[in-house]
Nanobody, 121 residues
Framework: QVQLVESGGGLVQPGGSLRLSCAASGNIFRIDAMGWYRQAPGKQRELVATITSGYSTNYADSVKGRFTISRDNAKHTVYLQMNSLKPGDTAVYYC???????????????WGQGTQVTVSS
């Protein structure tokens, strides 16, 4: 059993900042790519940012220069620092991990439960 638990969402004014965290736990042998996705009301889930185990990163054009993804491999945790937030960033944010379970050794993709981010004055 593997769990991803997100934290750090909330209400923030335009121009403000938030830091999301997502910790993975359970039957984990190795975590490869981790990422953040978001889904706004009435829209499809979209990629925000990803990071490999070697710390290579990829960002959606809409967040480049404002958001920073990072990870702590020892803690099985991925972070998303969000600065200069805009109302258009309002969404439920989900973390994602592509990993190998320990017993049995098997690759699978896991998702967190989501955390709400609301940018409004």
């Amino acid at each position: 059993q593997v769990q991803l638990v997100e934290s750090g969402g909330g209400l923030v004014q335009p121009g403000g900042s938030l830091r999301l965290s997502c910790a993975a736990s359970g039957n984990i042998f190795r975590i490869d790519a981790m990422g953040w996705y978001r889904q706004a009301p009435g829209k499809q889930r979209e990629l925000v940012a990803t990071i490999t185990s070697g710390y290579s990163t990829n960002y959606a054009d809409s967040v480049k220069g404002r958001f920073t993804i990072s990870r702590d491999n020892a803690k099985h945790t991925v972070y998303l620092q969000m600065n200069s937030l805009k109302p258009g960033d309002t969404a439920v944010y989900y973390c994602n991990a592509d990993l190998l379970t320990a017993v049995p050794i098997k690759r699978n993709t896991y998702w967190g439960q989501g955390t709400q981010v609301t940018v409004s004055s």
